[in-house]
């Protein structure tokens, strides 16, 4: 039969598909509770490390520093990983590693501000992690590591590690240049196609780092920065995450977009049915 009221007939057929197997909405009751809970924040993965006394003996290298551990934190559902920058002697190379010596790494033990890139006897290139899960991967630079984070479509939230200073804050112009070209050009070659972010701890650093950022025209990197949400501090062994829920729920009502936290995968199973 053929409807004559246009109007009429687009109610009919709408209730009718309505009655096909398949198509029945979602109840009333299920959509006011998903109406109802926070969105889901993106997460940034972060590699704790201990407290307490002597943490560097306890140590097992888990910063998200190297191809595999990226590869886990985008496994475990990460959207973003934070990574630390670190300056080879004189600022010749942007690297990525936590410590401020090669403790954790092979060959002798040396501070990374005293060695050389890729000459002398103590070079930093072709030494590989000694302890934890990813022991054998060797240290990436940081242009490297960019690179990798880009293949897996993963945000980079860079820590300048105040250990830099040595090169950056170094009384030579020409060693303080070559070096802040280090940090910055990497970020400023990428950033069109590739979201980046850069903060440092050390209020020595932070000046000039503003000065540097706002001189290459790269303020996006100031914005969109995590909020660290963890509640405890991380151990060897690492503690239960559970210690972590209440701030975690804390945050999560307070509908923080971006997140950081060391228990990844954790805080990730954690969140599935809490938010949208």
């Not at 963890?230 to 995450?241: L, S, V």
């Not at 701030?247 to 990730?268: E, H």
Request: aromatic share 6%; glycine share 10%.
């Amino acid at each position: 039969m053929k409807l004559r009221n246009v109007g009429r007939g687009t109610v009919l057929a709408t209730l009718a598909l309505a009655t096909l197997p398949g198509t029945a909405s979602a109840s009333p009751s299920a959509t006011a509770a998903s109406a109802a809970l926070p969105a889901c924040p993106q997460v940034f993965g972060h590699g704790g490390y201990p407290t307490g006394t002597d943490p560097w003996d306890r140590d097992q290298v888990r910063q998200p520093n190297n191809p595999r551990g990226l590869a886990d934190q985008k496994r475990w559902g990460a959207a973003g990983v934070e990574g630390d920058l670190q300056l080879t002697m004189n600022g010749t190379k942007g690297v990525m590693w936590h410590n401020t010596t090669t403790n954790g790494l092979s060959g002798t033990r040396k501070a990374i501000t005293e060695i050389w890139w890729g000459s002398g006897a103590d070079r930093l290139q072709g030494r590989t992690i000694t302890r934890g899960p990813y022991a054998g991967e060797s240290v990436s630079t940081f242009r490297e590591w960019l690179d990798h984070l880009k293949a897996l479509k993963l945000v980079a939230f860079v820590e300048l590690k105040g250990e830099a200073k040595q090169s950056l804050l170094h009384s030579d112009p020409a060693v303080r240049d070559s070096a802040w070209r280090e940090v910055i050009d990497p970020i400023r070659e990428r950033t069109a196609s590739q979201e980046i972010m850069i903060y440092t701890r050390d209020d020595r650093l932070r000046p000039e780092l503003d000065r540097r950022i706002s001189a290459a025209g790269l303020e996006s990197t100031r914005r969109g920065h995590p909020t660290w949400v963890d509640g405890i501090g991380w151990e060897e062994p690492p503690p239960a995450a559970s210690g972590n829920h209440p701030r975690w729920q804390s945050t999560l009502a307070q509908g923080t977009r971006r997140v950081g936290t060391s228990w990844t995968k954790d805080y990730t199973t954690w969140l599935k049915g809490k938010c949208v």
